[in-house]
């Protein structure tokens, strides 16, 4: 077993009358990217701020590699790195300069920031001031700015939001190779999709609460089980043959169009196995597999955009 | 060592940023000094015709003129010092530095040594440019002025933390500092002798700290020892004191 980098207990958090994070636990393994997943306002920011030592929770406990966040600041900052939300640089301050202040600020200095910035993209915005890159390349300056002292954890607080797609995938790059590195990913998003390329491991919260926690292919197979195929054909016995499949659910035809829903991962293999018996033509095939927006659904009751 | 080390790269990252705001340096050191070559060549030979009342205790009198001034650069720099952070608290900036291993003491120090800078610079470029009107012979002690001056800089600059700490936008802390600072000149005792007040008054001008200031400052730059002034250094640091305490505790990172 991988050791535990954090491991969070119970914690609970309000705000006045707000409960903004309730009974909150997960553990965190070396060299995995987990993702805190969840719509805004669920608790994620809150959770990670705490695990950071930037908040400290009514209740609860919190370990991140063996240091208390809320005694062991300090020390414990020397160890992470951390992007935070919505959180900006000086607007009149260069690339550079924002590097180097930062080097500056650790003990440990094996990261160069030059080196950094060449990886990163950024090299020829040495010069630049903060408020003219684009948002893409603030977010990479800041993952710069997370990895100068090269953590151990690097916290990561929703990312791409507001990236262009192009943006994101490229972020998205970078941090597996953070993770390829040896290093440990904690972050957040309410991109679902993100979350599923990116994350090994991922908690689900919704107020406050955690509702589940695994990869997001088990998280899927665990919720949403059920599969789909669409296929198009105009011979006579599709209808008969396709609802004799062990597997099969339900058989809904509009037209020429079949939909075979099922459950199991045998089921597409079961269906292309009964076509091909059976010599039945088909004109369009296509599989739909449930994602952890379906997931978020099942476990909701609503999409996460709501 | 390492903290120090944060301080000083901040600070003189700070520096560099605040000169490159589009009006930074022209707000900052030009105008003041402008402004006081301006009022030198309108009292120019005036002050020693001033009534007697206003002889030794007024804006007319000896060093009258450099007490406003330098209080008034005071007041601007403490006034821009809230707004940078409160800007940077609303843009997340303080937040962003405080996740880091600095110290959120470094932080504030490097922006009070970036004021303390620029209002060095400022008083040192109006001591040149005005020299025509107010000579710095060897009588005006310059030394004990700049340790006085500094003095008052601390009690108006803690005041402004915890208007800093209080005022929730931007846009709101530049206002409401010049709301609350530039009514206390008028009770300083440099426009209106403070003994001539209604008593209620008096008694107000008594308690706010600028009347403290003015009177100090005047007093060192036109050679009072400082055993004179004993009270009006205490009572600055009570201030300093009272309100560090304050914003201590109810000042907001974001």
């Not at chain 1, 597996?176 to 040896?182: E, N, W």
């Not at chain 2, 060095?120 to 020299?131: E, I, N, Q, Y």
Request: with cysteine; net charge positive.
């Amino acid at each position: 077993m991988r050791r535990q980098v954090i491991h969070v207990s119970g914690i609970r958090k309000t705000y006045g009358k707000t409960v903004a994070v309730d009974e909150v636990s997960f553990d965190v393994s070396d060299g995995e990217i987990f993702g805190l997943i969840g719509p805004n306002g669920a608790g994620k920011t809150t959770t990670m701020e705490c695990v950071e030592g930037i908040r400290t929770p009514d209740r609860g406990s919190i370990a991140v590699l063996g240091l208390d966040p809320f005694r062991d600041v300090y020390e414990l900052q020397e160890r992470i790195g951390v992007q935070l939300q919505q959180a900006q640089l000086q607007k009149r301050i260069k690339v550079w300069e924002a590097v180097q202040l930062w080097a500056s600020l650790y003990r440990k200095k094996p990261a160069t920031g030059d080196l950094l910035l060449e990886q990163l993209g950024l090299a020829d915005k040495r010069n630049a001031w903060f408020m003219t890159l684009s948002g893409g390349q603030k977010q990479r300056l800041f993952i710069a700015l997370a990895l100068i002292n090269d953590p151990e954890v690097v916290f990561l607080d929703e990312l791409t939001t507001g990236l262009d797609p192009q943006a994101r995938r490229a972020i998205w790059d970078l941090v597996r190779g953070i993770r390829d590195r040896g290093k440990t990913v904690f972050l957040t998003t309410h991109l679902m999709e993100e979350a599923e390329r990116l994350c090994d491991r991922v908690a689900i919260i919704e107020h406050g609460r955690i509702i589940d926690i695994d990869s997001p292919r088990r998280l899927v197979d665990r919720h949403c089980p059920e599969r789909s195929v669409t296929l198009s054909s105009d011979d006579p016995h599709a209808d008969g043959c396709l609802a004799r499949i062990p597997r099969v659910e339900s058989v809904a035809r509009l037209g020429s169009r079949f939909t075979i829903r099922g459950t199991g991962d045998g089921f597409v293999t079961d269906v292309i196995q009964c076509l091909s018996e059976n010599r039945i033509t088909v004109t369009e095939f296509r599989t739909e597999l449930p994602n952890l927006e379906d997931v978020f659904l099942t476990l909701t009751g609503h999409s996460i955009r709501d | 060592m390492n903290m120090l080390r944060g301080l000083w790269r901040l600070t003189w990252i700070e520096v560099k940023i605040f000169l490159r705001e589009p009006l930074g340096a022209i707000g900052t050191i030009v105008v003041p000094v402008l402004a006081f070559v301006l009022l030198g060549r309108l009292t120019a030979g005036r002050s020693a015709k001033a009534s007697p009342s206003f002889a030794l205790n007024g804006l007319l009198g000896p060093g009258g003129i450099p007490t406003l001034v330098s209080m008034l650069i005071t007041i601007s720099a403490v006034l821009s010092l809230v707004t940078i952070i409160s800007i940077y608290r609303e843009g997340g900036i303080l937040k962003r530095l405080r996740a880091t291993p600095l110290r959120p003491w470094t932080i504030l120090t490097a922006h009070v040594l970036v004021k303390l800078l620029l209002t060095a610079l400022t008083m040192a470029a109006m001591v040149l440019a005005g020299r025509r009107y107010f000579a710095i012979g060897p009588e005006i002690p310059l030394v004990s002025f700049t340790v006085a001056l500094l003095i008052s800089t601390l009690s108006i600059l803690s005041i402004g933390f915890i208007i800093a700490s209080i005022v929730p936008t931007a846009r709101f802390a530049q206002p409401i500092g010049a709301i609350i600072f530039y009514p206390m000149i008028a009770f300083s005792g440099l426009f209106v002798p403070i003994e001539s007040l209604p008593p209620v008054l008096r008694a107000v001008a008594r308690v706010l700290p600028l009347s403290h200031s003015a009177r100090l400052l005047q007093g060192i730059w036109t050679g009072d020892p400082w055993s004179a002034h004993m009270g009006d250094v205490a009572a600055l640091a009570i201030v300093f004191v009272v309100c560090v305490a304050v914003s201590s505790r109810v000042f907001r990172w974001e």
